[in-house]
């Protein structure tokens, strides 16, 4: 089974999977159903299917683990997630929710090409851009630290 052929909801579990396993040692069903706001039983459906293709080890009231496969996948939607989020925060201003409810939905999409631009513009913007600036929600507006009335917007 290619991870192309993953659904988004699947990438999810493999997500949820592999964050759970880094952060709790194990993953478990009501774990999952937890992490996604599910019920068990849809999480055991899923596991079922991810199991059947290859990328879980599963088996009814045991500890969820990944196979290479699913590591792999899982491994690639997290970095996705990280980076879109890493974008939304720092680069845009958006808040916890707001970047992480928009890294969940945009990772599934996201094409490997326009991912790596994204790495080497927050990389560029690290290391050129002189003023650290942030987005001002009250002006609507990116502004400079260090000149709080320096409008750093795109002209109209």
């Known amino acids: 089974m290619r991870q192309e052929d993953l659904t988004s909801r699947m990438e999810d579990y493999l997500e949820a999977i592999y964050v759970l396993a880094k952060t709790k040692r194990v993953a478990r069903v009501r774990d999952i159903a937890e992490a996604l706001g599910v019920s068990r039983s849809t999480v055991s459906n899923t596991l079922h299917t991810l199991s059947d293709r290859g990328f879980i080890e599963y088996a009814p009231y045991d500890i969820i683990s990944l196979t290479e496969e699913g590591e792999e996948a899982a491994k690639d939607v997290f970095r996705r997630h990280t980076i879109l989020k890493r974008f939304f925060r720092v680069v845009l201003g958006a808040d916890e929710q707001m970047a ?32 650290p600036f942030r987005y001002d929600p009250e002006k609507g507006a990116f502004v400079c630290e260090d000149r709080e009335d320096e409008d750093v917007s795109p002209p109209a």
Do not use: D, G, M, T
């Open 100 to 131: 992480e409810e928009n890294a969940c939905r945009i990772e599934h999409a996201i094409s490997e090409e326009l991912l790596e631009r994204l790495v080497q513009y927050l990389e560029f913007i690290q290391e050129c851009i002189p003023a």
